[in-house]
């Protein structure tokens, strides 16, 4: 088997070399075509990407935050210019009706269909993966399998999971020994939508927004996919939720969630929060959102939860953009991100408990 992989450099090459090295590790030397390794100097950089998409089983469309908005110096979205080389790749891998995957990498979504050229607006109906840093090789491993017609592989549990198993089966026993029955109703935060079972429901966004997930009743783990209803097509937005995480969405419009089980619980967030410096941040996923000081956001961690790093990622709380990414270590349980300017961000942290401050 062999994959292409396209992306924009300036986007996702971290990413991209990140995936080669992996893929390379499960297909082989000659299973990955990645331009910046795979083309010769001095040879034709068309006719060679050409030759490759013939060559390939399938086209891996990495896209991070920045893909869709990446600009020529004259300010021009460059997937509108008809010689782009993200363009004219995918359009062809589409044509000849290839197998395209989207890799959604650094917290980024499916752009709408509306937002893409004429050529591309198939991509957005091909089932996307998220690759999270995280699970970073059990994505890639499900990835391969899926490539590759093999039967997923149930997600492992996380490094937490033993000690949240414990809570979820006493405080069952609780409920039990108490003769409590409970209905769940979903309560939507601002926006609008209608009440729905816990597993599942819909909301419509105006602005940017958040979803907070329950699985402390669920024993297996919530995964939950969003569907835009623009696009129709689901992206898994959270994996093996045993606790309480909360999502940020950048994306606005009317979308539609789905969950594993019905014993987990979905609310959907208006807006991103209103985080106040310093705070201690003990569940998954991303913060509320918080007013960027000008010096650097600065993530101690106080429990590493059995791991041996925690790695964190800060973003623009208004479209969802990467700005800095940081890993601590025992030993080095400090790091500094640079907002860049941004008024309001939030962070990202894998399991960690973490203590969120202003960087002196």
């Known amino acids: 088997m062999q994959v292409f992989l396209s992306y924009r450099r300036n986007d996702v090459g971290g990413y991209a070399g990140r995936l080669t090295d992996a893929l390379l590790?499960?297909?082989g030397a000659k299973g990955v075509f990645q331009d910046v390794i795979a083309i010769a100097p001095g040879q034709d950089f068309t006719v060679e990407l050409d030759r490759a998409l013939d060559d390939s089983d399938a086209v891996l469309a990495v896209i991070g935050p920045g893909w869709l908005t990446a600009a020529t110096p004259q300010g021009a979205p460059r997937l509108l210019?008809?010689?782009?080389?993200?363009?004219?790749?995918?359009?062809?891998?589409?044509?000849?009706?290839?197998?395209?995957?989207?890799?959604?990498?650094?917290?980024?979504?499916?752009?709408?269909?509306?937002?893409?050229?004429?050529?591309?607006?198939?991509?957005?109906?091909?089932?996307?993966?998220?690759?999270?840093?995280?699970?970073?090789h059990q994505d890639v491993d499900g990835l391969v399998?899926?490539?590759?017609?093999?039967?997923?592989?149930?997600?492992?549990?996380?490094?937490?999971?033993p000690r949240r198993r414990g809570l979820i089966a006493a405080a069952?026993?609780?409920?039990?020994?108490?003769?409590?029955?409970?209905?769940?109703?979903l309560l939507p935060s601002g926006g609008s939508g209608a009440?729905?079972?816990?597993?599942?429901?819909?909301?419509?966004?105006a602005a940017p927004w958040r979803l907070r997930i329950d699985g402390t009743a669920y024993g297996n783990g919530c995964t939950v996919t969003l569907t835009a209803g623009d696009s129709g097509t689901p992206t898994r937005v959270a994996d093996g939720v045993y606790g309480i995480k909360r999502v940020q969405i950048s994306q606005t419009g009317s979308f539609r969630w789905q969950s594993t089980d019905?014993?987990?619980l979905i609310t959907p967030l208006a807006g991103t929060g209103n985080a106040v410096l310093p705070f201690t941040h003990e569940d998954?996923?991303?913060?509320?959102?918080?007013?960027?000081?000008?010096?650097?956001?600065?993530?101690?961690?106080?429990?590493?939860?059995?791991g041996s790093k925690c790695v964190?990622?800060?973003?623009?709380?208004?479209?969802?953009?990467?700005?800095?990414?940081?890993?601590?270590?025992?030993?080095?349980?400090?790091?500094?991100?640079?907002p860049y300017g941004r008024p309001k961000v939030y962070l990202f942290d894998d399991n960690c408990v973490v203590r969120v401050s202003a960087h002196p």
Do not use: M
Request: aromatic share 6%.
């Open 25 to 27: 590790q499960r297909l």
């Open 81 to 136: 210019e008809a010689d782009d080389y993200v363009r004219l790749e995918l359009a062809r891998a589409l044509n000849r009706n290839v197998r395209v995957v989207p890799v959604l990498v650094g917290g980024a979504a499916l752009p709408a269909a509306t937002d893409l050229p004429d050529e591309l607006r198939g991509l957005v109906h091909r089932q996307a993966v998220v690759l999270h840093d995280e699970t970073w």
């Open 145 to 161: 399998e899926s490539l590759r017609g093999e039967p997923a592989v149930p997600p492992r549990h996380g490094r937490w999971w």
């Open 172 to 185: 069952a026993g609780l409920l039990v020994a108490g003769g409590v029955g409970a209905a769940l109703l």
């Open 195 to 205: 009440q729905s079972s816990p597993s599942e429901g819909s909301y419509t966004a």
């Open 262 to 264: 019905r014993q987990c």
């Open 284 to 306: 998954d996923g991303d913060t509320d959102a918080f007013a960027a000081p000008a010096t650097g956001v600065t993530a101690q961690v106080k429990d590493y939860h059995g």
């Open 312 to 338: 964190f990622r800060l973003f623009d709380a208004a479209n969802g953009q990467v700005l800095d990414i940081a890993t601590a270590t025992p030993g080095t349980d400090t790091v500094t991100l640079n």
